[in-house]
């Protein structure tokens, strides 16, 4: 059995191919400058080397062509015939409160996809866009929505709910979702192959930090909090997007600066966190090459490790205690650093970093905290697309 994991965004679609069954990856790639000059697929199949390819790709349907032709390739592509793809699992930001687990597409679940796009207006238009592209290319293959909201349907209201009028809830859906939730259903799971101990037994802290950062606080096997909110851009202080903050700041700069709906939105989600703070990049690893030179690079350092720290804290407290703290992303998984100062003065909860294991420079699975710490400090890498392979597979089995 072979599944494509499809990630369609704006002007690019992310794929790869999985044979679910031994947990394999075949091939995987992506589409890029769709609807652009200079658009091209980059292609990369497990055993051979990188290829890149341009051309006219003026949509996404024409897009997912590409990588239709690429996966058949003779030369480059991993099956003979379409007929060997068993089914399309597509990643979909926001299910909103219908979806609490992955679901075979059908049209009811195409109105409720259109239905929450209001809640995720860059993104899930998007998504749905490559869906229907594989709909019409792949007309006889069962397709499967697999939300980043999903796993965090488990939230209680009092961690959901925010402190507006209730009417809004009722009349516009608005709550705290949470997102993420591939990486941090897989990165618990993972947590308790590497323990053989049940996720159901443990406190776990889950911290994928990356471009986009969020934390989860995972008790009996289940998300009961999370620091994105009704949309990915509440919580922790990210790349470009601000995190928490007062919402009469929004206000007062629109008045101030006599900003737009649309331009305000830009402020906070392009132009805002490391790289506003900073004024040098987004990127953490330019952020702590310039740590010891530059004022503001320092700042931004301390604001994103910080806030990183008060979840840990506070979701400690909303367990009950801490068994395990998880580092996963790009960040979290490559910047000791960061996982150094995010720690540090944590000692109370009985969380004990190892400094070595934690600068070793290893890469992979691995325990970070002292022998004989209470709280139990893990990095583990993220692999969101298995995640959405292997719910694709098990969506599609019980259906047949």
Request: charged residues 25%; negative net charge; hydrophobic residues 40%.
């Amino acid at each position: 059995m072979t599944i494509l994991v499809l990630n369609s965004g704006s002007s690019s679609v992310k794929y790869q191919m999985f044979n679910p069954e031994k947990k394999q990856l075949l091939a995987k790639g992506v589409v890029e400058r769709i609807g652009m000059a200079g658009a091209m697929l980059t292609h990369k199949p497990f055993d051979r080397e990188e290829i890149r390819l341009s051309g006219e790709i003026l949509d996404h349907k024409v897009a997912i062509e590409y990588i239709l032709s690429i996966l058949l390739s003779k030369n480059h592509g991993v099956i003979k015939d379409k007929s060997e793809i068993a089914a399309v699992g597509h990643r979909v930001v926001h299910g909103g409160e219908t979806f609490s687990e992955s679901e075979l597409i059908t049209s009811d679940v195409i109105k409720e996809i259109v239905r929450c796009m209001d809640y995720a207006p860059l993104h899930n238009p998007l998504n749905l866009k490559g869906i229907r592209a594989t709909q019409a290319l792949l007309p006889d293959v069962p397709q499967v929505a697999v939300f980043d909201t999903a796993f965090h349907q488990t939230m209680p209201s009092h961690a959901y709910m925010y402190g507006l009028p209730y009417v809004l809830y009722k009349r516009h859906g608005i709550r705290r979702y949470g997102f993420h939730g591939t990486s941090h259903l897989f990165v618990s799971d993972r947590l308790s192959e590497l323990t053989g101990k049940p996720l159901e037994e443990q406190k776990v802290i889950t911290c994928h930090l990356g471009n986009g950062c969020s934390a989860a606080a995972i008790k009996e096997g289940k998300s009961i909090d999370t620091s994105m909110g009704f949309t990915p851009l509440e919580g922790l202080l990210m790349g470009t997007r601000s995190g928490d903050l007062d919402p009469a700041i929004v206000l007062h700069i629109m008045n101030q600066e006599e900003l737009t709906m649309h331009e305000a939105n830009t402020m906070l989600n392009k132009h805002s966190g490391i790289q506003g703070l900073s004024g040098i990049s987004s990127d953490m690893r330019e952020i702590e090459e310039e740590y010891n030179e530059n004022n503001r690079a320092q700042l931004a350092f301390n604001v994103f490790c910080y806030r990183i720290k008060k979840y840990i804290g506070s979701y400690a407290a909303a367990m009950g205690g801490l068994d395990v703290i998880v580092f996963t992303g790009g960040i979290g998984e490559n910047s000791s650093m960061v996982r150094d100062l995010v720690l540090s003065e944590l000692g109370f909860l009985g969380i004990q970093l190892d400094d070595k294991l934690n600068r070793a420079g290893e890469k992979g699975e691995r325990e970070i905290s002292i022998k004989g710490s209470r709280v139990k400090i893990f990095v583990i890498p993220t692999n969101e697309e298995l995640v959405i392979a292997l719910d694709t597979m098990r969506i599609i089995s019980k259906n047949n």
